[in-house]
């Protein structure tokens, strides 16, 4: 499996983004995405099964972004709406060939990683 992110940007606070990552093969357990901000380690921000199942977010996110699964591209999306200049971030997209009940949040529990796409919210 090999996953390509895109649609990252730059967009004012308040602002929206749709992040996607196509997926060469099907992953069948778990796809999240998370984000790197310059100087900080990699953080959750949401996952959900490739079946279909409960979103999970991060506290920092709920409300604001969701992540779903477009069949007709086998990619897995991020929308992300009302930016805060704290999400700028490098965005990575994640899968896995299994299914976590409470692992869903660490990046050691997932196969395989896309490039990463820059989102940068501006103040």
């Known amino acids: 499996v090999q996953l390509q992110a895109s649609g990252g940007g730059l967009v004012q606070a308040g602002g929206s983004l749709r992040l996607s990552c196509a997926a060469s093969?099907?992953?069948?357990?778990?796809y999240a995405w998370f984000r790197q901000a310059p100087g900080k380690e990699r953080e959750f921000v949401a996952a959900n099964t490739w079946r279909g199942g409960k979103a999970q977010y991060a506290d920092s996110v709920k409300g604001r972004f969701t992540i779903y699964r477009d069949n007709t591209n086998n990619a897995m999306n991020l929308r992300m709406n009302s930016l805060k200049p704290e999400d700028t971030a490098v965005y990575y997209c994640?899968?896995?060939?299994?299914?976590?009940?409470?692992?869903?949040?660490?990046?050691?529990?997932?196969?395989?990683w896309g490039q990463g796409t820059l989102v940068t919210v501006s103040s």
């Open positions: 093969g099907r992953p069948f357990g778990d």
């Open positions: 994640a899968a896995a060939n299994r299914v976590f009940s409470s692992n869903y949040h660490l990046a050691s529990a997932y196969d395989y």
